[in-house]
């Protein structure tokens, strides 16, 4: 597998973030594309570093969220969207480390996120007009 930073999915990751999951600390949480995945039906994962190992090395929380560039990148920009903040929900609100799981994370409440992003982006577009 190859890594590289993501700095456009970082980017839209800080919009949706911004909008929906104020507890994200942006400056722990990085985006990258994967190269070279035998997995087949990922998009994206979310990685974190558990609570020991923080303890052990004296960090706080770090969220590395990965992209799979050969599904993720065939996407349209909405699933694309879906997907990013179906990784963030991931992230818990105490940013401590652990995941919330898929019987949270489920495409009924990736759908009702995605709704509310696109209203608030609206707003804030509507704003910056006027």
Do not use: W
Request: aromatic share 12%; with cysteine; hydrophobic share 35%.
């Amino acid at each position: 597998m190859k890594y590289e930073f993501a700095a456009d999915l970082q980017e839209k990751a800080e919009e949706i973030s911004n909008l929906l999951f104020p507890h994200v600390n942006l400056d722990n949480v990085k985006c990258f594309r994967s190269y070279g995945t035998s997995t087949r039906n990922t998009l994206a994962r979310c990685h974190g570093i558990s609570k020991i190992m923080q303890k052990a090395i004296g960090i706080k929380a770090i969220y590395a969220l990965e992209f799979l560039s050969e599904r993720f990148d065939k996407l349209d920009e909405e699933e694309k969207i879906k997907t990013i903040i179906h990784e963030l929900m991931h992230i818990p609100k105490n940013f401590g480390g652990g995941f919330k799981h898929h019987d949270y994370v489920t495409t009924k409440t990736v759908n009702k996120f995605f709704k509310e992003y696109q209203k608030r982006k609206d707003e804030k577009t509507n704003t910056f007009l006027l």
